[in-house]
């Protein structure tokens, strides 16, 4: 256990590493944007005496290394700087809207990660029947399409011809959670469908890979039923690789969503993102950035914990 | 009741029921006629087309909307701010429906001889969301905010030729001009000029979001949504809604479908290129409501070729309009004439001649010009407005016929207005609506201006504008804008092609007064306080 752990603090080293480089690789890249926070909060009203003023009021005047040190000396400190556009804290600005993506991601997780799994080990089963085509054809066909067309897809069907669910999902304070899982049902099911695919045909893969062991002819030959030797024996096997691309696919659920939120008017972290990209305010830019770049870290760090979890030589080297 | 009065009363009832006149108008005259208060009352509510009703949620879904919003009116630069400035806050006065100046905040006001000085009286019932009246000291740091060095405010060069503003009293404002402004009352109206409370120390609060407004915001979130209730206490008439929740919804097809599932009871803008499938639904309203906001094409007039007066309007002659807006705007546009000045806007002279597609006399004209075979490069992006690029593209087609190419240049959307607009010499650029021609052309055309895009400098034009800026008399000053839109059209730098519409949508319960205003979108950005819900 001690290994884990040291290769857990090991992991988590490289990744404070990784968000440093992010964090400059961002800065510049906001920096390298044709025109500053000031003249996009002025707009097309822009003069250049109020935007001097602006420039000068936001700290702007300063060289672009000195105010990339003047943010990292407060990020390290855990003050992420202040809105440029609104003046407000970042951590106010993006918090209630990163709260609103975790609980899509969510929702769409509870649903799509035992879906896919059970459909994968029901495929591999079934494989090579109608029902594995099917549904193969059908997942495929999701994670082939662009989120926003399923989205207008699924607006079309359920919200403008059915009228079952809401078109957008404008969220107000003080719904209860059952209001809430209905008003965002419609994109919750968009980012169902296209992250289930990628992991039931990977649950399928590797299930199909195992069957050829020899530990499978075996049980096969003591007479095991065909359920019971792929969730008894070629499951536990196939853990590692289903436990990837699962992380893959949850950082995709928080990190991907700009499409979703934008179709169903969703107000998460993707959207606020993209309007601070637009009003170049490098403070929300960068909160937003290094919270991708952590969810994507940590992600894989739990992947490869779970998979060496799961299989006993990884856990007890020798 | 002499049979004149009863012609007159007659008359205002057709005008109510029209929509004509406003009710407090109706009850002026009513009383001149000499109708007593409770038979005018009733014979309003007989006339009116369909009186409003008072009750429910009006769910507004607003296109542009931005995280990065703040309620500092000097910033305003989304809809969504301007919309709910006009929803939480007021001004001093307002552009009726019909086009006329009303009152808004000021019940009254008057210029000296010179139009150098304004008195504004404001109205004495006006109180802000936190119950504290509306009073002079509030209306002076307001307009402060965007005077002064420090100021960031968008507004500050509206404001340039403002000496000083001194309360008098509770209720009197003065605003001292270095010269005189005969349209000072409607540049009130700007967006950017709400009232606000104002601190101690002459600043405004413009952070808590209390406003004099029809409608107080009970809770909200910049580039989301904000929910608002009526302020009982509004010095104004409307306000039918009980409640008014303003809702971001930035992608056209997300406003498109929510206003056909119903989630929203009416949007800001509608694409045109499905304006009429949603025209076909029974459930919905569209309404197509011409504009002074422009599209215009400067030519920078010290810059070869078009430095040259006939290259100019050769390049104005080869460009189609109708075209245009057959195919770019599906017909929600009014022909341009290059000259800067809509008939959405008052003065607006209505007997010079439209400039037509003439690839002929465009040919000539170059041809005197001895520019045969020029090569001119237009800059456009598609962020300017909606098919841009595909009308840049359209008029290079146009101009080849007359001998001229027009290279298309596209640019990178962000930016625009910072990198290409004012720098290159040939670009396509899209104007708000402006209340009145002067605040227009001074902005755009005159000598010095900071946004002077096409470079012209005409004498005369420029002399006339000063002259015309400080003139009472409409007859005369209509005169000299009928003198300057000549002198833009035949000489000036800029293409007009044409003048868009505001195109937005409601459901059909949704009731409105049968003018909308045409100053800007969203009935002059007072639908929330002007429409109500029929059943």
Redesign the interface.
């Known amino acids: 256990m001690g290994d884990l752990l040291r290769l857990v603090l090991k992991r988590l080293g490289y990744g404070l590493l990784t968000l440093l480089v992010v964090s400059i690789l961002i800065f510049f890249a906001v920096e390298m944007?044709?025109?500053d926070v000031a003249?996009q909060?002025?707009?097309?009203?822009?003069?250049?005496?109020?935007v001097a003023?602006?420039r000068e009021?936001l700290g702007l005047n300063q060289p672009a290394v000195v105010r990339y040190l003047q943010w990292l000396g407060g990020a390290v400190q855990g003050d992420f700087g202040i809105?440029?556009?609104?003046?407000d804290p970042v951590m106010d600005?993006i918090g209630?809207?990163f709260v609103n993506t975790l609980f899509l991601a969510a929702y769409a997780a509870v649903i799509a990660v035992p879906v896919a799994i059970i459909l994968g080990i029901i495929v591999a089963l079934l494989r090579n029947t109608i029902f594995d085509r099917v549904a193969n054809v059908l997942t495929l066909t999701s994670i082939s399409s662009p989120e926003f067309f399923l989205g207008?897809i699924l607006?079309l069907f359920l919200?403008?011809k059915a009228?079952m669910f809401?078109?957008?999902a404008?969220l107000?304070?003080g719904m209860d959670l059952g209001e809430l899982l209905y008003r965002t049902f419609l994109p919750a099911l968009t980012l169902v469908l296209v992250v289930t695919a990628h992991m039931m045909r990977m649950t399928r893969a590797a299930i199909i890979a195992l069957l050829s062991s020899p530990y499978i002819e075996m049980a096969r030959l003591k007479g095991v039923p065909p359920w019971k030797v792929i969730v008894r024996h070629a499951l536990p096997n196939a853990w590692a690789p289903i436990i990837n691309v699962v992380a893959l696919n949850l950082a995709y659920l928080i990190t991907g969503v700009v499409l979703v939120e934008?179709?169903?008017?969703y107000?998460g972290i993707g959207?606020?993102l993209v309007?601070?990209v637009?009003?170049r305010?490098f403070p929300?830019v960068q909160a937003c950035s290094l919270i991708f770049a952590a969810t994507f870290i940590l992600l894989n760090l739990a992947a490869d914990v779970g998979a060496i979890l799961t299989n006993p030589r990884l856990r007890h080297p020798k | 009741m002499s049979r004149k009065d009863q012609d007159l009363i007659n008359r205002i009832a057709e005008g109510a029921r029209k929509g004509r006149i406003s009710r407090r108008d109706f009850m002026n005259y009513s009383a001149a006629a000499g109708l007593a208060t409770a038979g005018a009352t009733s014979l309003w509510t007989k006339s009116a087309a369909a009186a409003p009703q008072r009750g429910g949620t009006f769910r507004w879904g607003i296109h542009d909307g931005n995280t990065g919003d703040t309620h500092d009116p000097g910033t305003y630069v989304t809809r969504t701010m301007i919309f709910l400035g006009h929803t939480h806050r007021s001004y001093m006065t307002m552009i009726n429906g019909d086009g006329s100046l009303g009152p808004d905040l000021a019940d009254a006001w008057e210029a000296n001889e010179t139009a150098s000085e304004w008195t504004f009286t404001l109205n004495p019932n006006a109180s802000f969301h936190s119950g504290r009246p509306v009073t002079a000291n509030d209306v002076v740091a307001s307009f402060n905010h965007h005077r002064g060095d420090d100021t960031t405010s968008a507004a500050k060069a509206l404001l340039a030729d403002v000496e000083d503003i001194v309360a008098d009293g509770e209720h009197t404002v003065t605003f001292k001009l270095t010269g005189g402004n005969a349209d000072l009352p409607w540049l009130m109206t700007d967006y950017h000029f709400a009232i606000c409370p104002a601190n101690d120390d002459g600043t405004i609060d413009w952070r808590s979001g209390d406003g004099s407004g029809p409608y107080k915001i009970d809770s909200g979130e910049f580039g989301v949504q904000f929910s608002l209730t009526r302020h009982d206490g509004w010095h104004g008439e409307g306000a039918w809604f009980d409640n008014v929740d303003i809702i971001v919804l930035n992608d056209p097809n997300a406003r498109q479908t929510a206003l056909v599932t119903g989630d929203v009871d009416a949007v800001s803008q509608v694409d045109v290129k499905t304006m009429a499938l949603l025209e076909r639904d029974p459930n919905i309203q569209v309404f197509n409501v011409p504009s002074a906001g422009a599209i215009t094409m400067p030519m920078f007039c010290d810059t070869a070729p078009f430095d040259n007066v006939d290259v100019r309007n050769a390049m104005k002659l080869a460009i189609n309009r109708d075209e245009i807006i057959e195919k770019i705007l599906f017909g929600a546009g009014t022909k341009g004439n290059d000259f800067h000045h809509s008939p959405a806007q008052p003065y607006w002279p209505d007997d010079i001649p439209q400039r037509e597609y003439d690839p002929d006399q465009a040919r000539a004209l170059i041809k005197k010009a001895g520019a045969e075979g020029i090569t001119v490069n237009l800059s456009t992006a598609d962020s300017v407005s909606a098919g841009a690029v595909d009308m840049a593209v359209l008029y290079s087609e146009h101009a080849k016929a007359a001998g001229i190419n027009v290279n298309v240049v596209r640019e990178p959307n962000d930016g625009y207005y910072s990198d290409v607009w004012l720098k290159k010499p040939f670009t396509l650029v899209s104007w708000g609506a402006r209340p009145t021609p002067d605040v227009m052309y001074t902005l755009a055309y005159k000598e010095g201006a900071a946004w002077n895009e096409s470079r012209w400098v005409n004498d005369r034009f420029n002399e006339l504008l000063l002259q015309a800026k400080a003139e009472l008399d409409d007859s005369l000053r209509a005169e000299m804008y009928r003198e300057m839109a000549l002198l833009a059209r035949n000489d000036g730098g800029t293409i007009i092609p044409f003048f868009n519409n505001f195109v937005y949508g409601a459901r059909g319960n949704v009731g409105t007064p049968d003018e909308l205003a045409a100053s800007w979108e969203s009935d002059g950005g007072r639908a929330a306080s002007r429409w109500w819900f029929t059943g």
């Open positions: 944007l044709p025109g003249e909060i002025l707009g097309q009203g822009a003069t250049p005496e109020t003023r602006l009021q809105s440029a556009t609104s003046g600005v209630t809207r207008y607006i919200a403008v009228n809401p078109a957008i404008n107000s304070s934008v179709v169903f008017v107000p959207q606020a309007d601070a637009s009003k305010d929300v």
